[in-house]
Antibody, heavy 118, light 107 residues
Framework: QVQLVQSGAEVKKPGASVKVSCKAS????????IHWVRQAPGQGLEWMGW????????NYAQKFQGRVAMTTDTSISTTYMELSSLRSDDTAVYYC???????????WGQGALVTVSS | DIQMTQSPSSLSASVGDRVTITCRAS??????LAWFQQKPGKAPKSLIF???SLESGVPSRFSGSGSGTDFTLTINSLQPEDFATYYC?????????FGPGTKVDIK
């Protein structure tokens, strides 16, 4: 069965960087894009961008350009999302999700809480 | 960017009720519209794609309809496990955007 398993919770100080991983199993890893979506406490869902695991190509939401980097390691079917220059309002649960077709997010990881606090 | 709105923002309903949630896009999205259910502390779960196609394994009491800019999620005969927050999402172009959510709670 399709599974996306993410790394654990992180606590970071303002100005630091965080790198969240998302390990895929149960399907052909290079055949589906991986998207990242975040959710601040008590808030809605915010799309951050996607990566094509086959080519390494990316598409980031304008809000995060210059601060986010998505990468993959096809040898271990894992995608990474690194967010730099962290601020308190980056405190959120970060989800990875597989997209079927253009952008229908059919399977999601369990989420990784990133807390930014001094 | 295409913006998404939902109404109502919350509603109270009883088991067995029929519930309707509306989603509107700021411009036409070619039916590239999905619905998700999210329970507290859990990841979103996909319910509907392409505006009206039921995702595999999702109960048939869930249905989606609409076209152009206006879409609807209907839950027939609400069950106890359906109390959750529901989000619509367009995937017509990038950036993808989600609606603000509709919380369905117990009356």
């Amino acid at each position: 069965q399709v599974q996306l398993v993410q790394s654990g919770a992180e606590v970071k100080k303002p100005g630091a960087s965080v790198k969240v991983s998302c390990k895929a199993s149960g399907y052909s890893f290079i055949s589906y894009y991986i998207h990242w979506v975040r959710q601040a406490p008590g808030q809605g869902l915010e799309w951050m961008g996607w990566i094509n695991p086959n080519s390494g190509g990316t598409n980031y939401a304008q809000k995060f350009q210059g601060r986010v980097a998505m990468t993959t390691d096809t040898s271990i079917s894992t995608t990474y999302m690194e967010l730099s220059s962290l601020r308190s309002d980056d405190t959120a649960v970060y989800y990875c999700a597989r997209s079927r077709g253009v952008g229908f997010l059919d399977y999601w990881g369990q989420g990784a809480l990133v807390t930014v606090s001094s | 960017d295409i913006q998404m709105t939902q109404s109502p923002s919350s509603l109270s309903a009883s088991v067995g009720d029929r519930v309707t949630i509306t989603c509107r896009a700021s411009q036409g999205i070619n039916n590239y519209l999905a619905w998700f259910q999210q329970k507290p502390g859990k990841a979103p779960k996909s319910l509907i794609f392409a505006a009206s196609s039921l995702e595999s394994g999702v109960p048939s009491r869930f249905s989606g309809s609409g076209s152009g800019t206006d879409f609807t999620l209907t839950i027939n005969s609400l069950q106890p496990e359906d109390f959750a927050t529901y989000y619509c999402q367009h995937y017509n172009t990038y950036p993808i955007n989600f609606g603000p959510g509709t919380k369905v709670d117990i009356k």
